[in-house]
């Protein structure tokens, strides 16, 4: 890549950064992003609230991660940052476009799968309406189970 200089030093500073490493969307993000921009915005805002929510945690867990384009925002102020969607063509994609250093990426159906007392806080945006009515006591009971105590657990849904 030819080296390129701008008229600024934080200009400067964006370009060194985005020749070293680029954040992509993936599937999700990127339909989103052409379909309906504003939903974009309204996404990393509520990414933004349940990372002041979770602040420094240890252990997070996000149901329902899609790409994980969004889930940096919450990997910035946590120890470690579980992110999962029960579908392994997104999670596949979010390792191969990378993410946050210290975020995991994990196949996990929770209705399925419970996860035992290993989160100090758990969150799922735009899930809880895709989970079918007969599996959502199930899906309730193992959020509880995967939080080592009494802890925080948000949820939101679509719009």
């Known amino acids: 890549m030819s080296k390129k200089v701008a008229k600024?030093?934080?200009?400067?500073e964006c370009i060194a950064h985005y020749e070293s490493k680029v954040a992509s969307m993936g599937y999700m993000s990127s339909h989103t992003y052409w379909n309906d921009p504003v939903r974009v915005a309204v996404s990393a805002s509520r990414?933004?609230?349940?990372?002041?929510m979770l602040s420094?945690?240890?252990?997070?867990?996000?149901?329902?991660?899609?790409?994980?384009?969004?889930?940096s925002i919450v990997a910035q102020r946590v120890g470690t940052l579980v992110a999962t969607d029960y579908d392994e063509?997104?999670?596949?994609?979010?390792?191969?476009?990378g993410r946050a250093d210290n975020?995991?990426?994990r196949v996990l159906d929770l209705t399925k799968e419970p996860c035992e007392n290993e989160f100090d806080g758990v969150y799922a945006l735009d899930v809880l309406e895709h989970i079918h009515p007969d599996k959502e006591d199930e899906f309730m009971r193992n959020i509880t189970r995967a939080?080592?105590?009494?802890?925080?657990a948000f949820g939101g849904g679509g719009g």
């Open 8 to 12: 600024t030093h934080s200009y400067n």
């Open 89 to 97: 063509v997104f999670i596949e994609q979010a390792k191969q476009l």
């Open 47 to 52: 990414y933004k609230f349940v990372s002041k």
């Open 147 to 152: 939080l080592k105590a009494p802890n925080p």
């Open 103 to 105: 975020m995991e990426l």
């Open 56 to 71: 420094g945690l240890d252990r997070v867990l996000e149901l329902g991660c899609a790409d994980a384009f969004f889930s």
